[in-house]
């Protein structure tokens, strides 16, 4: 089939760049391999989500979120703000096409996708002038190779797949790994009765919301380093010395770590307060694991019922991208630093792996459109 854009996931990038398109009447298709578009949201994420950041900093391109949404939008009105986002824009992605590889014809100038149906195995390819990789910054939930965990007796899930805690009531439950995922499940397990622990490896910013929120209009007037310098002030005043209860504090400022490297403070959901109260307990780095105990690297060890790994995850963008090393580094996130991150290279972009949340999800599709519509332009006339 010949496309002129194909656009590879239908998660909010995916689906932001096609109504982009669509605005500018290009053509274009988006291909997603789960049943439904926006599946992360949809099947891969816990009950109690809300939106972190304040609405104002999650919409998607010419469509903000209603007045009547609360500031700190739940996951079901997230969804329904992207069910209607796809209505709105009139978006059709096809579901059930998982992309096995996209390859760039030098002869033809063109890029050959190959999806394969997950219901009927039937095998279809496109070609394409433009590629647009939306697969994610969450492709693939990420488990560490922890020595014997396949000895463990209890049960073994990864962030992706936890809903909620209700089932846990009782059981003695390790989260390992603190980004916000962890932080927020050790938070839900402890709410719903579980003996809750949670294993730290590294030092990591932990911040109220309303702080991120305040540091986030202030970054509109003031230099990250200053807007830094306030929000460790604050939080400072409100938490107090987290390293007794082993919880360390990297030496540059959380928005100075979210711009150089991706990674995103930790928003308290009400962690930290069940911390200081001893209901969580903070443990160390995670060593081995033999049958129902795990041993902890202070060498101490202790038995538990389920272990939640909310390590983090994996782009997957490397595994059916063909010859993507050039352009993509070996964790799958484009070689190419923000603020050009998005475009590639012979008709290729990259949507959504800025790590910069939804805002950066709506520059990428807004500047892939346009540029599309540029090259689009030239060539037709
Ligand atoms: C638990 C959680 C909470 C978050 N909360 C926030 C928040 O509050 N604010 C914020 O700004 N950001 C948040 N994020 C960041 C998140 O990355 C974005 O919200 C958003 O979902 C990113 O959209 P995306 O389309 O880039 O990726 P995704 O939503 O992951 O969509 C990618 C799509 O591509 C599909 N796909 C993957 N591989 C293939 C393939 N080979 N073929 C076909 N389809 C494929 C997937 O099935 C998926 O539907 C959160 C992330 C997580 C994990
Ligand atoms: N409501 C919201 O808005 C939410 C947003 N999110 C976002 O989703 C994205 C993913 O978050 P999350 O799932 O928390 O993943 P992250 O990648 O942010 O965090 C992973 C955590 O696992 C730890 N870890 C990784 N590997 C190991 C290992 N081998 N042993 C021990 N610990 C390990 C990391 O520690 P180390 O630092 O040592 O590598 C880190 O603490 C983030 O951008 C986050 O902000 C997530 C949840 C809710
Ligand atoms: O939820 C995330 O991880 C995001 O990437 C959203 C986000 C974008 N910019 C930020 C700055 C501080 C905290 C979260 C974010």
């Known amino acids: 089939m010949k496309k002129e854009v194909v656009i590879v996931g239908g998660g909010p990038s995916g689906l932001a760049t096609s109504a982009c398109l669509n605005l500018l009447s290009i053509p274009n298709v988006i291909l997603e391999k789960e049943d439904c578009y926006n599946s992360l949201w949809k099947k891969r994420s816990y009950d109690r989500l809300k939106l ?18 609360p500031t700190y939008i739940p996951k079901d009105a997230f969804i329904k703000y992207v069910d209607d986002y796809v209505s709105h824009f009139k978006l059709n992605p096809l579901c059930c096409k998982y992309v096995e590889s996209a390859s760039y014809d030098e002869k033809t100038k063109t890029w050959r996708v ?3 149906d997950t219901n009927t195995g039937e095998v279809d390819e496109y070609i394409a ?3 647009v990789v939306a697969t994610g910054e969450n492709a693939e939930g990420y488990i560490p190779d922890v020595p014997g965990l396949e000895t463990f007796h209890g049960s073994v899930l990864h962030s992706s797949q936890y809903k909620s805690g209700s089932k846990y009531k009782g059981d003695a439950a390790l989260v390992v790994g603190c980004g916000n995922s962890g932080m927020e499940i050790a938070f839900d397990l402890a709410n719903f009765g579980a003996e809750t ?33 306030v929000v460790n002030l604050f939080r400072g005043l409100l938490y107090g010395d987290l390293g007794k209860y082993g919880i360390y504090r990297p030496k540059d400022g959380p928005f100075f770590l979210k711009a150089t490297t991706g990674r995103s403070p930790v928003i308290d959901v009400g962690t930290i307060s069940k911390i200081k109260s ?14 129902s105990k795990v041993v902890f690297s202070d060498g101490k060890s202790q038995p538990f019922d389920a272990i939640i790994f909310s390590t983090g995850y994996k782009s997957t963008a490397n595994y059916w991208l063909k010859d993507g090393e050039h352009l993509l580094n070996k964790e799958g996130f484009p070689k190419e ?33 346009n540029d599309i519509k540029k090259i689009f332009q030239c060539c037709c006339n």
């Open 197 to 229: 622990s949670i294993s730290v490896r590294s030092a990591f910013h932990v911040v109220p919301k309303e702080v991120i929120h305040m540091g986030m209009v202030l970054l509109k007037y003031l230099p990250l380093k200053l807007v830094d310098t």
């Open 52 to 69: 972190h950041l304040a609405k104002e900093f999650c919409n998607l391109p010419h469509f903000p979120h209603p007045k009547s949404s």
């Open 114 to 116: 190959v999806s394969k």
């Open 129 to 131: 002038k433009f590629l």
């Open 337 to 369: 630093k923000f603020p050009n991150q998005w475009k590639g290279k012979n008709g290729l972009y990259f949507a959504g792996l800025a790590r910069r949340g939804l805002a950066g999800v709506s520059m990428d599709a807004q500047n892939i459109a």
């Open 278 to 291: 001893g209901e969580i307990q903070v443990l160390p780095e995670i060593k081995e694991i033999r049958g």
